[in-house]
Structures are given as structure tokens and as C-alpha cells.
């Protein structure tokens, strides 16, 4: 391998303009940018949302525009190494606070990116997806998958706020990122995460198992806070105490492109992760978290999201002696297995 490879300027500028004529472009000036060596450079840079500072400006879009004319009132987490146009925290993840106030209505639509929620503050609201009326608790986690209807609606009395994480940078790259808007869905009895409310056993009405690709679609937190504690009772010696959110009938991961993840750091705990290829998103259900990508250290506090490149090693530290933390970790490392792209580095 050559270390320096030819320029374009290197080219008489009538070649380069004859080969622009024909729609030809010389592969080898460009050639170490698209395949550079041993390690990807990504655009993604490792960026802190303190939800504190958010909060006010979310708010503030409340007064500023009616649900209307947002249809989703949404501010997006943009990662500036993408360029804030681009509305994207990685190169597959797009991240947003949305906020829903009391009495507002979300009109129902299917897209093509798949989505999920994690509930971030207030009480009252729901999702209704596929038919399933979901309720939004705190640290509920609730999955729109690809073609699902969903739209969201608030009984409650003060402002309700949750963590969108799409697929969207991906699905919109492929060119394959579309909508379609429809009426209020009829409410259908039957909740997936009373159907699968204990792990090992599932549902089989005369011996026959579910046919549908999301048969759950609400993770409640206190159950999947629950398991954490459970994990962390029955075996004090486990480094990392986490869970992930699978579809109870395959156990493959609960949507196709991104995966989802809990973690539960004890308190005085120190966890170094290995450097992944994929990208990952940190945002704290309970507690708090000093997160160091790379060389930059974070400072996470209850409701705080950051993002880490892939290719890159994370240290969490829970600096509290006394509680323990609860993470929330959303990452595309579905999609590098399956396109045959996952790598972890040590
Ligand atoms: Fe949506």
C-alpha cells in the first residue's frame, strides 16, 4: 500500500472535466476516505443532552406551538459532527424529547423507521400502538415497530416527556423512509406485557403459539428494574448487571435495527465497556453516571442522554456510594450482525 495516493488536481483539469461529462469520477483520490486504514473515522462525536437544560426549551416549544401545527413536538438530540441539519446522533440513530401536554393528541400514523419511547417525566399519557392501549410511566419502555400504527394521547394533569429512538438517519439513507396518516385506532383488549408478564413461559392457547412480529409492546420499568435487582441479588459477583429487551417469543432482539438495553451500575461501581463497532446512546432512568468516552468524561445526571461513537471504548462510574444507577443503552449493534459488520475490539 502506497502512502500517498494521487489527487485530483494531480489531473489536467480538461480530463477531470470530460470524465464529469460522462458522470466518471477517479476512484483513487478519494480512496482513503471511504475505506481508511484499520479504523473507521466517524462523524459521530461523543455529545452530552443535560436534560436540565433542555427541559426549559422543550417547555417553551409548548407555548410556542400548538400540537397542530407539530403534529410530533419533538426537539431533536443532533449530534454536531453530523451537522445539526442532519437530525441524527449516529449514523443509524436519531433521538428526540418529545413532550405531550395535558388534553393534546399525537393523530395516529405508520412509518417505516421503527421507533421506541423511554418515558422521561409525568403521568397520565399513552400510547395507543397496533390497537394496545400502553400507559407512559417513567422508564416505560414502548416499541412502534416498522408499519405499526401508533398515536399518543395525555389524561394527566401536567406535561408528559419521553426519549424517541429511531432508525431513521438509516431508513432515510436507503431512501425507504415514508408515512401515512390515518384516524383514531379502535382500542383492542389485551396487553403483551400482561400476556408475558413472567419470563420462561408464553402464551399458547391450544398448544399454538403467537403469529405476530411484535407480540410486546410496552416493557413496564418496574418489571425490567425488577429483573436488574434480581440479576444483582443472585449473583453479587457479576460485572455487568444488564438486560436486554427481547421479543419474548423468539428472544431475538425486540426490534430489527436497534437493540435496547438495561443496565444497573451498584453504587462505588466502576464498569469499563469494550470498544463495539456500533454506535451507543446512554440516558439515566435513576441515579446518576460519569461516562467517559474515549477521552472525554460526562457528566450524567437523572434523565441525561449522551452518545458514543463506535470503535470506542465507555467507562461508567456510579459515583454515589449509596444508590445504585439505572441506565437505559440503545445501540445499532443489531444491524452490524446482521449485515456481518460487528466487531468488539477488547
Ligand atoms: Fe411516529
Given at each position: 500500500?502506497t502512502a500517498?495516493?494521487?489527487?485530483?488536481?494531480?489531473?489536467?483539469?480538461?480530463?477531470?472535466?470530460?470524465?464529469?461529462?460522462?458522470n466518471?469520477?477517479?476512484?483513487?483520490?478519494?480512496?482513503?476516505?471511504?475505506?481508511?486504514?484499520?479504523?473507521?473515522?466517524?462523524?459521530?462525536?461523543?455529545?452530552?443532552?443535560?436534560?436540565?437544560?433542555?427541559?426549559?426549551?422543550?417547555?417553551?416549544?409548548?407555548?410556542?406551538?400548538?400540537?397542530?401545527?407539530?403534529?410530533?413536538?419533538?426537539?431533536?438530540?443532533?449530534?454536531?459532527?453530523?451537522?445539526?441539519?442532519?437530525?441524527?446522533?449516529?449514523?443509524?440513530?436519531?433521538?428526540?424529547?418529545?413532550?405531550?401536554?395535558?388534553?393534546?393528541?399525537a393523530?395516529?400514523?405508520?412509518?417505516?423507521?421503527?421507533?421506541v419511547?423511554?418515558?422521561?417525566?409525568g403521568?397520565?399519557?399513552?400510547?395507543?400502538?397496533?390497537?394496545e392501549?400502553?400507559?407512559?410511566?417513567?422508564g416505560?419502555?414502548?416499541?412502534?415497530?416498522?408499519?405499526?400504527?401508533?398515536?399518543?394521547?395525555?389524561?394527566?394533569?401536567?406535561?408528559?416527556?419521553?426519549?424517541?429512538?429511531?432508525?431513521?438517519?438509516?431508513?432515510?439513507?436507503?431512501?425507504?423512509?415514508?408515512?401515512?396518516?390515518?384516524?383514531?385506532?379502535?382500542?383492542?383488549?389485551?396487553?403483551?406485557?400482561?400476556?408475558?408478564?413472567r419470563?420462561?413461559?408464553?402464551?399458547t392457547?391450544?398448544?399454538?403459539?403467537?403469529?405476530?412480529?411484535?407480540?410486546?409492546?410496552r416493557?413496564?420499568?418496574?418489571?425490567?428494574?425488577?429483573?436488574?435487582?434480581?440479576?444483582?441479588?443472585?449473583?453479587?459477583?457479576?460485572?455487568?448487571?444488564?438486560?436486554?429487551?427481547?421479543n419474548?417469543?423468539?428472544?431475538?432482539?425486540?426490534?430489527?435495527?436497534?437493540?435496547?438495553?438495561?443496565?444497573?451500575?451498584?453504587?462505588?461501581?466502576?464498569?469499563?465497556?469494550?470498544?463495539?463497532?456500533?454506535?451507543?446512546?446512554?440516558?439515566?432512568?435513576?441515579?446518576?453516571?460519569?461516562?467517559?468516552?474515549?477521552?472525554?468524561?460526562?457528566?450524567?445526571?437523572?434523565?441525561?442522554?449522551?452518545?458514543?461513537?463506535?470503535?470506542t471504548?465507555?467507562?461508567?462510574?456510579?459515583?454515589?456510594?449509596s444508590?445504585?444507577?439505572?441506565?437505559?443503552?440503545?445501540?445499532?449493534?443489531?444491524?452490524?450482525?446482521?449485515?456481518?459488520?460487528?466487531?468488539?475490539?477488547?
Amino acid at each position: 500500500m502506497t502512502a500517498e495516493l494521487g489527487r485530483l488536481e494531480d489531473l489536467p483539469a480538461d480530463y477531470r472535466e470530460a470524465l464529469s461529462h460522462q458522470n466518471l469520477v477517479p476512484l483513487w483520490p478519494s480512496l482513503r476516505a471511504v475505506l481508511p486504514p484499520e479504523k473507521p473515522q466517524p462523524r459521530t462525536r461523543a455529545t452530552h443532552w443535560s436534560y436540565e437544560a433542555l427541559r426549559p426549551l422543550l417547555l417553551k416549544a409548548g407555548e410556542l406551538t400548538p400540537i397542530e401545527k407539530a403534529e410530533r413536538r419533538v426537539l431533536v438530540l443532533a449530534n454536531p459532527g453530523h451537522g445539526h441539519e442532519k437530525m441524527q446522533a449516529s449514523a443509524a440513530m436519531y433521538l428526540g424529547m418529545q413532550l405531550l401536554l395535558p388534553g393534546e393528541w399525537a393523530p395516529s400514523h405508520r412509518h417505516t423507521p421503527n421507533a421506541v419511547r423511554m418515558v422521561v417525566e409525568g403521568e397520565g399519557a399513552w400510547s395507543t400502538v397496533d390497537g394496545e392501549k400502553c400507559p407512559m410511566v417513567r422508564g416505560d419502555l414502548i416499541l412502534t415497530p416498522t408499519g405499526l400504527w401508533h398515536e399518543h394521547g395525555h389524561d394527566g394533569d401536567a406535561p408528559v416527556v419521553w426519549l424517541d429512538v429511531l432508525d431513521l438517519p438509516l431508513v432515510y439513507y436507503m431512501e425507504a423512509s415514508y408515512h401515512v396518516d390515518g384516524g383514531r385506532q379502535a382500542v383492542q383488549p389485551g396487553c403483551g406485557d400482561r400476556a408475558y408478564a413472567r419470563a420462561g413461559v408464553v402464551p399458547t392457547p391450544v398448544f399454538d403459539r403467537s403469529r405476530k412480529a411484535y407480540p410486546m409492546l410496552r416493557y413496564p420499568w418496574a418489571e425490567v428494574r425488577a429483573a436488574l435487582e434480581s440479576l444483582a441479588a443472585d449473583q453479587p459477583d457479576l460485572e455487568a448487571v444488564q438486560v436486554t429487551y427481547v421479543n419474548p417469543e423468539t428472544g431475538g432482539d425486540a426490534e430489527n435495527i436497534l437493540g435496547f438495553y438495561a443496565l444497573m451500575l451498584r453504587p462505588g461501581q466502576k464498569l469499563k465497556l469494550p470498544a463495539r463497532s456500533p454506535a451507543s446512546v446512554f440516558h439515566v432512568i435513576e441515579g446518576s453516571a460519569q461516562v467517559t468516552i474515549g477521552g472525554q468524561v460526562f457528566a450524567l445526571a437523572e434523565a441525561d442522554t449522551c452518545c458514543a461513537p463506535g470503535y470506542t471504548s465507555v467507562q461508567l462510574d456510579n459515583r454515589s456510594d449509596s444508590t445504585p444507577a439505572f441506565l437505559f443503552i440503545a445501540d445499532e449493534a443489531p444491524l452490524h450482525r446482521k449485515l456481518g459488520v460487528f466487531e468488539i475490539r477488547g
